[in-house]
């Protein structure tokens, strides 16, 4: 039988959704649900001064809202639990204690002045390992006189210690390029090193998806497995991810670049799923196609680690407008209008039929916040500035359209139902009976309504929306510019 995926999503709670870690996240349960496994959500809190209220319901939230189900968790409970790290310290202490008894960590009763003195004017520099060398009778000495304490792992002083990464193949590292990290904290806390490979290991966890800043790190990691005698799990190391600098250099994905939190970009008008869908790419690509659109439900059966490659992946924020835009068109038009007709009923006056808006923006944005901007000629009468008369294709002038608006004026006042259609039955009839093209007409009302080029519709459909006292009234506006000019 071949092995159970397990996977894991572990974070470490900082309030905030980075792109990055939705993007492991993504990867993990892909790799999960592909593989018909099991996806876990650990907490890592072990940080104890880092803690930020609410964090973890940020990273719930989250999952949730991009759909990425777990199977174990802190809300939901397992069999592996339980899922925070802060509330399995005494596990982290019985396995350090373990890891000494068999020669493979050790005391280290360093003071904070001792250990900064090992250090240059920089900060930097290594642990000289002093207690590693203590006698058992001066450990037990110091255990004994209550002294406070951490744990650190006894690298191998000589040799080499390597790994297979799926990703990015055999990785090695000389044992003596490691430093003896702590895996005990003076407070009890485990730190992230040792914490991640005691849960992965008791939670079965089979394949290990994080960024490849852990890539170097690994090594010392795999030697923990080895030293208690555990089977390393897989290990799939993330592409780095990064973001495009003005000077057209690229750096680590970061603030300066753009929006880099999920929340941010929902806060923007990004749709979860866009989002999702976007950053499926950041990293990976499907075999032997070019299909860019792909749901949640279509990328669990198409996903395989060997689609994920090594280079770096450079956030583009216009490519993830397009994925936006492709999907706010496949939204179904209440969905749209739920989500929009608050902004619009906000910012537009009384009289607008804000459903028909929305109706003719749903094609025509990028993302949902766009909505707002696209309106400022519905919600105010912007400055007229007549040369937008003057049209090639229609041969239209100021003077031209003077004339239409003037004809236009009376037939308008007189309908009784004013709809799209009635109102382009009307503007057909006359250009019909004035032996003029239907588009001038369209033009010269369209300008005189919107008073500006570009417009989300056509000329009925803005006096609509913009109903018909409103579009009377702009229209009178403007045959008095006109003829005043
Ligand atoms: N808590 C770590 C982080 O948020 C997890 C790294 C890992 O997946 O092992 O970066």
């Not at 390992?129 to 058992?136: D, F, G, V």
């Not at 993302?367 to 229609?394: A, C, H, Q, W």
């Amino acid at each position: 039988m071949s092995e159970v995926v397990r996977t894991r999503f572990a974070p470490s709670p900082t309030g905030f959704m980075h792109i990055g870690n939705l993007r492991t996240a993504l990867y993990s349960y892909l790799i999960a649900r592909a593989g018909h496994g099991q996806f876990i959500l650990r907490i890592e809190d072990t940080d104890q001064e880092r803690l930020v209220p609410g964090a973890v319901d940020v990273i719930l939230k989250t999952l949730k809202m991009t759909g990425l189900d777990y199977d174990e968790g802190p809300d939901i409970g397992g069999p592996n639990g339980p899922y925070i790290q802060s509330e399995r310290k005494p596990i982290y202490q019985k396995y350090a204690k373990e890891l000494v008894d068999k020669g493979y960590a050790y005391y280290c009763f360093c003071s904070e002045e001792r250990l900064k003195s090992l250090h240059d004017a920089n900060g930097i520099g290594g642990y000289d390992r002093h207690c590693r060398w203590l006698s058992k009778e001066e450990v037990e000495a110091h255990l004994k006189n209550g002294d406070p304490y951490v744990i650190r792992q006894k690298i191998p002083l000589e040799g080499t210690t390597t790994y297979h990464d799926e990703v990015f193949g055999d990785i090695s590292m000389e044992n003596k390029e490691m430093q003896d990290q702590i895996l005990l904290k003076a407070d009890g806390f485990p730190t992230y090193n040792f914490a991640h490979v005691i849960d992965d290991h008791l939670m079965n966890i089979t394949y290990v998806v994080r960024g490849s800043e852990y890539l170097t790190s690994t090594p010392k990691y795999v030697l923990l497995y080895d030293a208690f005698g555990w089977e390393r799990p897989h290990y799939v190391h993330l592409p780095l991810l990064m973001g495009q600098n003005p000077d057209g250099t690229t750096s680590k994905l970061s603030k300066r670049h753009g929006a880099v939190s999920f929340q941010d970009l929902v806060n923007m008008g990004y749709l979860p799923d866009a989002i999702v869908n976007y950053i499926a790419f950041l990293g990976w690509s499907p075999k032997d196609s070019d299909q860019e659109i792909f749901s949640l439900d279509e990328l669990k059966k198409v996903f395989s680690i060997d689609g994920i490659g090594k280079s770096a992946s450079v956030f583009d924020y216009e490519k993830l407008k397009w994925f936006n835009s492709e999907y706010i068109k496949k939204l179904p038009e209440e969905e749209f209008e739920a989500k929009t007709l608050p902004m619009l009923k906000e910012v537009c006056p009384d009289y607008v039929d804000v459903k028909k808006l929305a109706g003719l923006l749903h094609s025509r944005v990028d993302t949902l916040n766009e909505v707002k901007d696209k309106v400022g000629f519905i919600t105010e009468r912007l400055p007229m500035d007549l040369s937008l008369y003057t049209n090639k294709k229609n041969k239209t002038t100021p003077e031209s359209c003077g004339k239409i608006l003037k004809d236009v004026l009376p037939r308008l006042e007189a309908l009784t139902d004013w709809n799209n259609d009635s109102l382009f039955a009307l503007l057909k009839g006359y250009a019909t009976e004035a032996g003029i093209k239907a588009g001038a007409v369209m033009w010269a009302v369209r300008i005189a309504v919107a008073r500006q080029a570009v417009t989300p519709g056509g000329a009925t459909e803005l006096m609509e929306v913009l109903g018909r006292d409103e579009s009377l009234s702009r229209i009178e506006q403007a045959v008095k510019e006109i003829e005043e000019a």
